[in-house]
Protein backbone atom coordinates (compact mmCIF):
# COMPACT_ATOMS: atom_id res chain seq x y z
CA UNK A 1 0.00 0.00 0.00
CA UNK A 2 1.28 3.67 -0.63
CA UNK A 3 1.71 6.09 2.31
CA UNK A 4 3.85 7.42 5.15
CA UNK A 5 6.22 4.72 6.46
CA UNK A 6 6.58 5.84 9.85
CA UNK A 7 9.54 3.41 10.77
CA UNK A 8 11.76 5.68 8.23
CA UNK A 9 13.91 8.80 9.31
CA UNK A 10 12.14 11.61 8.29
CA UNK A 11 14.81 13.88 5.83
CA UNK A 12 13.93 17.32 5.83
CA UNK A 13 14.58 19.10 2.03
CA UNK A 14 15.65 22.35 1.26
CA UNK A 15 13.09 24.63 0.01
CA UNK A 16 12.51 27.73 -1.61
CA UNK A 17 9.01 29.15 -2.39
CA UNK A 18 8.33 32.06 -4.95
CA UNK A 19 5.37 33.89 -6.05
CA UNK A 20 4.89 35.16 -9.21
CA UNK A 21 2.82 38.38 -9.21
CA UNK A 22 2.26 42.05 -10.64
CA UNK A 23 0.35 42.83 -7.47
CA UNK A 24 1.55 41.13 -4.11
CA UNK A 25 3.84 42.18 -1.56
CA UNK A 26 5.19 39.86 1.63
CA UNK A 27 2.11 41.87 3.41
CA UNK A 28 -0.71 40.17 0.92
CA UNK A 29 1.29 37.04 -0.53
CA UNK A 30 -1.12 34.43 0.87
CA UNK A 31 -0.25 31.80 -1.17
CA UNK A 32 3.53 31.69 -0.47
CA UNK A 33 2.40 31.98 3.41
CA UNK A 34 0.67 28.50 3.05
CA UNK A 35 3.19 26.87 1.03
CA UNK A 36 5.85 28.25 3.92
CA UNK A 37 3.68 27.28 6.60
CA UNK A 38 2.55 24.00 5.20
CA UNK A 39 6.81 22.72 4.30
CA UNK A 40 8.00 24.20 7.72
CA UNK A 41 5.00 22.33 9.58
CA UNK A 42 6.10 19.25 7.53
CA UNK A 43 9.48 19.59 9.08
CA UNK A 44 11.55 20.89 5.54
CA UNK A 45 13.60 24.17 5.74
CA UNK A 46 12.35 27.03 4.25
CA UNK A 47 15.93 28.38 2.66
CA UNK A 48 14.63 31.30 0.59
CA UNK A 49 11.23 33.26 -0.66
CA UNK A 50 10.72 36.04 -3.22
CA UNK A 51 7.95 37.33 -4.91
CA UNK A 52 8.23 38.53 -8.33
CA UNK A 53 6.43 40.22 -11.14
CA UNK A 54 4.96 38.57 -13.92
CA UNK A 55 7.70 38.76 -16.52
CA UNK A 56 9.91 35.83 -18.62
CA UNK A 57 12.63 37.39 -17.35
CA UNK A 58 12.58 38.28 -13.96
CA UNK A 59 11.00 35.03 -13.59
CA UNK A 60 13.30 33.13 -15.30
CA UNK A 61 16.35 34.58 -13.20
CA UNK A 62 14.91 33.73 -9.87
CA UNK A 63 14.47 30.30 -10.83
CA UNK A 64 18.09 30.18 -12.06
CA UNK A 65 19.54 31.97 -9.44
CA UNK A 66 18.01 28.85 -7.06
CA UNK A 67 18.89 25.70 -9.53
CA UNK A 68 22.35 26.89 -9.21
CA UNK A 69 22.22 27.06 -5.11
CA UNK A 70 23.40 23.95 -3.54
CA UNK A 71 21.24 25.12 -0.25
CA UNK A 72 18.35 24.68 -2.56
CA UNK A 73 17.13 21.38 -3.55
CA UNK A 74 12.88 22.24 -4.03
CA UNK A 75 11.70 25.09 -5.56
CA UNK A 76 7.57 25.69 -5.13
CA UNK A 77 6.40 28.35 -7.62
CA UNK A 78 2.94 29.83 -7.12
CA UNK A 79 1.18 31.88 -9.75
CA UNK A 80 1.33 32.77 -13.30
CA UNK A 81 0.15 29.25 -14.85
CA UNK A 82 -3.21 30.43 -16.12
CA UNK A 83 -4.39 31.79 -19.78
CA UNK A 84 -4.15 35.63 -18.82
CA UNK A 85 -1.64 37.42 -20.70
CA UNK A 86 0.60 37.81 -18.02
CA UNK A 87 0.45 34.30 -16.74
CA UNK A 88 3.76 33.42 -18.34
CA UNK A 89 5.58 31.08 -15.63
CA UNK A 90 5.43 28.02 -17.97
CA UNK A 91 7.44 30.33 -20.72
CA UNK A 92 9.83 31.13 -18.10
CA UNK A 93 10.86 27.99 -16.40
CA UNK A 94 9.85 25.09 -18.87
CA UNK A 95 13.31 26.40 -21.09
CA UNK A 96 15.08 25.11 -18.00
CA UNK A 97 14.08 22.35 -16.97
CA UNK A 98 16.08 19.17 -18.69
CA UNK A 99 13.20 16.87 -17.70
CA UNK A 100 9.46 17.09 -17.01
CA UNK A 101 7.55 15.51 -14.50
CA UNK A 102 4.49 14.81 -16.61
CA UNK A 103 2.53 13.60 -13.68
CA UNK A 104 2.88 15.99 -11.27
CA UNK A 105 -0.20 17.99 -13.78
CA UNK A 106 -2.01 14.80 -13.59
CA UNK A 107 -2.03 14.68 -10.35
CA UNK A 108 -2.66 18.02 -9.38
CA UNK A 109 -5.72 17.89 -11.78
CA UNK A 110 -7.19 14.89 -9.98
CA UNK A 111 -6.94 16.90 -6.73
CA UNK A 112 -8.01 20.33 -7.80
CA UNK A 113 -11.25 18.59 -9.66
CA UNK A 114 -12.71 17.79 -6.23
CA UNK A 115 -12.15 21.24 -5.31
CA UNK A 116 -12.95 23.32 -8.36
CA UNK A 117 -14.42 21.12 -11.02
CA UNK A 118 -13.20 21.37 -14.29
CA UNK A 119 -11.92 24.72 -13.40
CA UNK A 120 -9.17 22.99 -13.33
CA UNK A 121 -8.71 22.59 -17.19
CA UNK A 122 -7.34 26.46 -16.68
CA UNK A 123 -4.61 25.68 -14.93
CA UNK A 124 -0.88 24.96 -16.75
CA UNK A 125 0.38 23.84 -13.29
CA UNK A 126 3.71 21.84 -14.15
CA UNK A 127 6.66 19.89 -12.88
CA UNK A 128 10.17 18.90 -13.71
CA UNK A 129 13.75 18.96 -13.08
CA UNK A 130 16.68 21.56 -13.79
CA UNK A 131 20.46 20.49 -12.38
CA UNK A 132 19.63 18.68 -9.14
CA UNK A 133 16.59 20.88 -8.57
CA UNK A 134 13.03 19.69 -8.76
CA UNK A 135 10.71 22.60 -9.57
CA UNK A 136 6.90 22.62 -8.84
CA UNK A 137 4.45 25.28 -9.98
CA UNK A 138 1.10 25.57 -9.81
CA UNK A 139 -1.70 28.20 -9.37
CA UNK A 140 -1.36 31.49 -7.35
CA UNK A 141 -4.61 31.09 -5.58
CA UNK A 142 -4.24 30.00 -1.90
CA UNK A 143 -7.28 27.02 -2.60
CA UNK A 144 -5.05 25.93 -5.70
CA UNK A 145 -1.42 25.88 -3.15
CA UNK A 146 -3.55 23.94 -0.35
CA UNK A 147 -4.46 21.02 -3.21
CA UNK A 148 -1.13 21.20 -3.95
CA UNK A 149 0.63 20.35 -1.05
CA UNK A 150 -2.07 18.27 0.93
CA UNK A 151 -3.00 16.51 -1.83
CA UNK A 152 0.25 15.97 -3.87
CA UNK A 153 3.41 17.33 -2.51
CA UNK A 154 3.24 16.59 1.44
CA UNK A 155 3.45 13.01 0.06
CA UNK A 156 6.03 13.62 -2.95
CA UNK A 157 8.29 15.62 -0.62
CA UNK A 158 8.59 13.58 2.52
CA UNK A 159 11.12 10.92 1.96
CA UNK A 160 9.25 8.07 3.91
CA UNK A 161 6.44 7.98 1.46
CA UNK A 162 6.40 4.33 -0.16
CA UNK A 163 7.10 2.80 -2.88
CA UNK A 164 9.18 5.96 -3.43
CA UNK A 165 9.11 9.66 -3.37
CA UNK A 166 11.04 12.53 -5.03
CA UNK A 167 13.08 12.83 -1.96
CA UNK A 168 15.12 9.56 -2.88
CA UNK A 169 16.38 11.29 -6.41
CA UNK A 170 18.14 13.89 -4.72
CA UNK A 171 22.31 13.41 -4.56
CA UNK A 172 22.65 13.48 -0.83
CA UNK A 173 19.13 11.28 0.05
CA UNK A 174 20.15 8.51 -3.10
CA UNK A 175 21.14 6.00 -0.90
CA UNK A 176 19.39 6.71 2.29
CA UNK A 177 15.73 6.49 -0.09
CA UNK A 178 16.71 3.62 -2.06
Not at 92 to 104: N, Q, Y
Not at 116 to 123: P, R, W
Amino acid sequence: MPGIDESLPFHPLKIAVLTVSDTRTAETDTSGDLLAARLTGAGHELVARAIVKDKVDSIRAQVQHWVEDPDVEIILSTGGTGFTPRDVTPEAVVPLLSRVMDGFSVVFHQVSMETIGVSTLQSRAFAGQAGDSFIFCVPGSTGACRDAWDGVLRYELDSRYRPCSIAGQLPRLREVCA
